[in-house]
C-alpha cells in the first residue's frame, strides 16, 4: 500500500513505540507500506527529526532517511493551487499523495489538510490496513 507519510507521524513513532504512530512507522520498516515522497518531504523529514528537542541520534535519523529513499518511491508532485490549507507547509504531503495515487496521507493534525477521505489518522489508518490486511483464521479440531 502507497502512502505519504506526514513529518509528526515520524516524530511521533519514534518518540513512543507504543502507539498508532509507531505501528505505522513498523509498517513501514517491514516493507508492508511503500512511503511516497519528494525531495521537500526529505529536507522537512531531515531538518525536524534532528531538531535537538527531539533527542533523536543519528544513528536513528540517518538509517531512516535512507530507508524512506531507498525503499520509498520519489514523486515528481504537480503543484496543486485549487486547495486551501490552513497550514501551508503541509500542501507539499497532499501534492505528493495526489500525484503519485498514494491510498493515504497518514497525519497527526488532519485539521491542517482539507477534509478528505484520502487524509487518515495513524490510529484510523492502522484500522484500515489491519481491516484489508487480516488473514482469517481457521480452526482445526
Do not use: W
Not at 513501514?28 to 511516497?36: C, D, E, Q
Not at 525531495?39 to 543519528?58: I, N
Not at 507547509?89 to 500525484?99: G, Q
Request: include cysteine.
Amino acid at each position: 500500500m502507497r502512502v505519504v507519510l506526514d513529518t509528526n507521524v515520524l516524530i511521533s513513532g519514534l518518540i513512543n513505540p507504543e502507539g498508532a504512530p509507531a505501528q505505522v512507522v513498523s509498517l513501514l520498516l517491514n516493507g508492508r507500506i511503500t512511503a511516497l515522497f519528494d525531495d521537500r518531504m526529505l529536507r522537512e523529514y531531515r531538518e525536524v527529526l534532528h531538531r535537538q528537542k527531539f533527542g533523536f541520534t543519528a544513528t536513528v535519523v540517518a538509517p531512516l532517511l535512507e530507508y524512506i529513499r531507498s525503499e520509498g518511491e520519489y514523486v515528481a508532485a504537480e503543484p496543486i493551487s485549487e486547495k486551501r490549507f490552513p497550514d501551508e507547509d503541509d500542501r507539499m504531503f497532499y501534492e505528493v499523495a495526489v500525484t503519485g495515487n498514494a491510498r493515504c496521507v497518514i497525519t497527526g493534525n488532519k485539521d491542517h489538510y482539507p477534509r478528505e477521505a484520502i487524509i487518515r489518522s495513524p490510529k484510523e489508518f492502522v484500522a484500515l490496513y489491519l481491516s484489508e490486511n487480516e488473514q482469517p483464521t481457521t480452526e482445526t479440531t
